[in-house]
């Protein structure tokens, strides 16, 4: 299974990915890290308990141009659980692009609402942690925004 190395601000994190259960998923991830779009945004979304979300916004909290929506994979057997990784979409169920989130809990009510899981962090998970802890706020019509930017230096596929 490949693996990315996400090395921001708070610490290294390391994501298994599952094409096996999210082939469309997976090669949409894998196209953004290879084209280095990851690198220097931010975790934009955080709340704890819940989880935290990036790979769409930067510092100052505009939304980069993502590529096409893909098809929701939901139902492949992964779930929402602590540490899980999965995409970040609308209310449209085939609307995610390129925004994902880890779980810092188990969040099973997700695998009924159809967001879909496709990989897991295998090493880094005290830096997930590290960024629920952060003060959070308000900014340009967002909530629970990172007061001080918690950045994606870089997004690389690791063997």
Sequence with gaps: NP??????SKGDITLELYPAKAPITVKNILAYVNDKF???LIFHRVIPGFMVQGGGMTADMHEKQANAPIK????NGLTNARGTVAMART???DSATCQFYINLVDNFRLDEMKYCSFGKGVAGMDGVDAIAKVQTGSKRGHRDVPLEPITVLSATVVK
């Design 3 to 8: 693996k990315v190395l996400l090395k921001t």
């Design 38 to 40: 990851y690198d220097g």
């Design 72 to 75: 929701n994979e939901s139902g």
């Design 91 to 93: 209310n449209d169920l």
